[in-house]
């Protein structure tokens, strides 16, 4: 359990005691709240002030979905339930029967009150439509040779579908290619996303606890150590190599460390993309392929932030906190001054959207940041081009998300934000993306893997 009043993953921190909101029943848009709703720095656009969105419910009985995804030309939805399950979601609004995929044995026994373990991450292969291959993401029990008290491993495995059945994964071609112990419950990470360099890449978080300290954490935190798979951004090449191969444009590809480096293992992971996260919950592209890709990461005590990795780099945690400068022993303080680049001499990259979370003070938006797509939808053209995103929740003692919306800026200019409407019920777990480019948020109406779980497409005000 950690120690801390950090904001953590999916949601917050484990200490929570949860409110069950009374059950929606009608396809209709939750409660908008705009008289409350917050704008962020320089959100001067026009369309950004006048956006007005509506949350039509498509589809409920699941327990804790955080994600959906359709596979490259396939129309059909799949929604990820955190306790271990794939759903294929029917054009209808249904849920199949049966469960595309269900690996619920293969985790770590959750905790009904509050966890950040479990099935995490699907990504499925750019050729899925020949050769059936998709990756998932999930927390098993700690393996035998893992680290003394540290909590379990996460498992990053490939599938196939069933050769007699579209609708059902085969569970017995499972093919674990990585194992990635964690020492702590919380921040996992785990999104998957292929990119449009055909290579798949994998969020890992630093680890958990609060401040990249403790227990697997090293003298410079997780998040600044590149001889360790934590805190970072990989990128896999999952076509070659056994288990898989590292493309050769990644930045640590036979990078020499010197001799006197200040980092905790002998060898830098070649696998490592971009570094510097916290808690990088969610990776999504653009589908445009003009920006992107985004890293929604959670942040401590002060802010949270969204990062668009344009290039590899050192992404600031834990010496940076958003666009701030971090003090893990006054984590509550905003620190004025602070160094600007990373232990290698590189730069520090900050994130485009960054915004102040809520706890304990009276201004801030919510608990911890979701990230989030850039919308390429037709249904809602004055949305095209700005970045949805979400808070997971506003209030520790009840579970009501936040929906936000942010309009791109140049290079290193931070983006206007807004808040679009607080939920009345349901804490926003993730989001999801379908064959046509709609976003849909996925929510639960308890801070832990139970309770009621809902899928709703973003649509237009009024429809």
């Not at 001799?259 to 696998?271: I, K, L, N, W």
């Not at 401590?300 to 906190?321: A, H, T």
């Not at 919308?375 to 009840?398: M, T």
């Amino acid at each position: 359990m950690t120690t801390s009043t950090a904001s953590e993953g999916i949601g917050a921190p484990a200490r929570l005691r949860t409110t069950r909101r009374r059950a929606m029943c009608l396809a209709v848009a939750l409660l908008v709240t705009l008289a409350a709703a917050q704008v962020g720095v320089g959100a001067d656009d026009d369309v950004l002030l006048g956006l007005e969105l509506d949350l039509e419910l498509v589809a409920e009985g699941l327990i804790s979905p955080h994600f959906l995804t359709s596979p490259p030309g396939d129309d059909r939805r799949f929604v990820v339930d955190q306790v271990g399950t794939i759903h294929v979601l029917e054009a209808n609004g249904t849920l199949r029967d049966e469960p595309f995929l269900d690996v619920s044995d293969r985790l770590v026994v959750l905790r009904e009150t509050y966890d950040e373990r479990g099935l995490l991450g699907l990504a499925f292969h750019p050729d899925y439509a020949d050769n059936g291959r998709f990756f998932v993401y999930y927390s098993a029990p700690l393996r035998d040779e893992g680290p003394d008290r540290w909590d379990h491993t996460d498992h990053l495995a490939e599938f196939s579908v069933s050769h007699d059945d579209a609708h059902r994964a085969d569970p017995s071609s499972e093919r674990v290619i990585l194992r990635i112990d964690q020492p702590q419950v919380n921040h996992n990470g785990g999104a998957l996303a292929f990119g449009p360099d055909g290579y798949l890449w994998v969020t890992v978080g630093d680890g958990g606890d609060a401040d990249d300290t403790g227990i697997g954490h090293p003298p410079l935190g997780n998040g600044q150590d590149i001889t360790t798979l934590l805190g970072n951004v990989l990128r896999l090449d999952v076509d070659d190599g056994d288990p898989y191969g590292v493309p050769a444009d990644n930045p640590f590809v036979d990078f020499e460390l010197s001799a006197d480096h200040p980092f905790s293992g002998t060898e830098v992971r070649p696998e490592i993309w971009a570094y510097g996260f916290r808690h990088p919950w969610r990776l999504t592209f653009d589908r445009d392929g003009e920006r992107g890709p985004f890293v929604s990461d959670a942040g401590e005590n002060l802010w949270e932030e969204v990062s668009e990795l344009r290039e590899p780099g050192n992404f600031g945690w834990n010496i940076k906190e958003g666009r701030h400068w971090f003090d893990p022993d006054n984590a509550d303080q905003v620190v004025v001054e602070g160094p600007d680049s990373g232990h290698l001499g590189e730069r520090l990259i900050d994130p485009v959207i960054e915004y102040r979370n809520n706890r304990g003070r009276e201004h801030g938006v919510g608990l911890v940041v979701i990230g989030g797509y850039l919308y390429r939808g037709a249904a809602i053209p004055e949305l095209v081009g700005h970045f949805v995103f979400g808070d997971w929740s506003r209030f520790f003692d009840e579970a009501r998300g936040v929906l936000m919306v942010a309009a791109p800026a140049d290079a290193d200019e931070p983006w206007a934000w807004r808040e679009l409407r607080e939920l009345e019920s349901g804490a926003i777990q993730g989001f999801g993306e379908d064959a046509d480019g709609e976003l849909y948020v996925l929510t639960n109406d308890s801070h832990g893997p139970r309770g009621s779980g809902r899928v709703y497409r973003i649509v237009p005000a009024g429809d």
